[in-house]
């Protein structure tokens, strides 16, 4: 097996160092487990690409037929049929079957992940005996689902897991309540700030219960936006802009996450296309340029880097910076800062993104926006 690979893949999503030390122990000691992760630190573009009858993948195939063998006897045993390793397991064969295109397994897998959290009576169940592997369950199934708006699982408590996730009001950032969306909606997009910052923070060699809790919320966070509701009496426009944030809000969530498994670009992508319709929706009123509309086209466009729509989002940011009277890249980062902004990880993508802007202006010579 590739073992360069098998720390970095024995944990699924920001696998920092720390919440390694925690993870690890775990896998190690189960050989179920153990062996999902063997197979799962084969997962790499060249060994994805071997002619089915090279040695690495007959090895390959070798592992997972242990995985598979392991995981029948593990479900006969009533006492660890529904453990929290087996179900780590089968969530991680999931993921291994999803980016192998395996869709009859991944359906199978799926069946499995149910049957099992109803033996455990929910993810919460599961959560407030270990919350990391219910946090992967979490994430890998909406990573693999269809449609990243019908999550397959879902915890029914939403308690806030970390203290910084409290709502602290800052006069000096963007005011989410003046849209009139409501105090869900307005505690939702405080918890994407308030991550946003926390992500920074752990990224520079965190403790294991700081990353950990920065798990815990990236899972609690996302279902909120991806459930959040507003009031009916809204104007369809404001409403098809508090549906731009919350697309945004997890777009934004996921922009550190990206390279690890599963292979959340179907995800992404269904988002942003969702997010370009109730854009369009906001872009087509009478609804002014603000930081906001800055905030959201520029996310979307981060989120369409290799797509046709990159050219859309890029055309309207033209349009909106002028509007706002933004020149440069530093005037443009200051608007961003001001709604919600990754210290660490959004600089250098979004200064590219401003690039193709600068770009398109001159191209246009004040003409009109693509798309």
């Known amino acids: 097996m590739h073992l360069a690979n098998f720390v970095f893949r024995c944990f699924p999503f920001f696998n920092t160092p ?14 179920v487990l153990f062996h999902v992760v063997l197979e799962l630190s084969a997962l790499h573009p060249a060994a994805e690409a071997s002619p089915p009858n ?3 993948a007959r090895r390959a195939k070798e592992v997972m037929a ?6 029948k006897d593990r479900l006969e045993d009533p006492f660890l ?3 929290d390793q087996t179900i780590a397991a089968v969530a991680n064969l999931l993921a291994i079957e999803h980016s192998r295109g395996n869709v009859k397994a991944v359906k199978s897998h799926f069946s499995g992940l149910r049957l099992m959290l109803q033996l455990r009576d929910g993810l919460d169940s599961v959560k407030a005996s270990n919350s990391i592997v219910a946090d992967i369950v979490h994430w890998t199934a909406m990573a693999v689902a269809d449609d990243p708006m019908q999550l397959p699982f879902e915890f029914e408590r939403s308690d806030d897991p970390a203290p910084w996730l409290r709502v602290v009001s800052d006069p000096m950032r963007y005011d989410f309540s003046q849209l009139g969306l409501g105090e869900a909606f307005e505690t939702t997009m405080a918890n994407v700030d308030a991550i946003s910052q926390r992500f920074s923070v752990v990224a520079n060699n965190p403790s294991s219960e700081e990353s950990v809790a920065v798990v815990d919320a990236l899972a609690l966070i996302i279902q909120r936006l991806l459930r959040l509701q507003f009031p009916v009496d809204r104007d369809f426009v404001i409403i098809a802009l508090g549906d731009s944030c919350r697309y945004v809000g997890a777009l934004h969530i996921f922009s550190p996450l990206g390279g690890y498994y599963p292979d959340s670009t179907l995800m992404s992508n ?3 296309h969702r997010l370009k319709s109730s854009l369009s929706i906001v872009l087509d009123s009478e609804y002014e340029s603000d930081y906001l509309l800055l905030w959201l086209l520029q996310v979307g ?5 290799t797509l046709p729509e990159r050219r859309w989002f890029v055309g309207h940011l033209a349009s909106v910076a002028q509007d706002l009277g933004i020149e440069t890249w530093v005037q443009a980062e200051r608007a961003l800062t001001y709604v919600i902004w990754h210290a660490v990880f959004c600089g250098v993508v979004f ?3 401003w690039s193709e802007v600068e770009i398109h202006r001159q191209r246009m010579s004040g003409g009109g926006v693509d798309g």
């Open 270 to 272: 269904a988002l942003m």
């Open 81 to 83: 049929r529904a453990s």
């Open 66 to 71: 242990e995985c598979l063998r392991l995981l």
């Open 351 to 353: 200064q590219q993104l």
């Open 301 to 305: 466009g981060i989120s369409a880097v």
């Open 18 to 31: 720390s919440i390694i030390r925690v993870w690890w122990p775990f896998v190690r000691d189960d050989i």
């Open 54 to 56: 090279s040695l690495t």
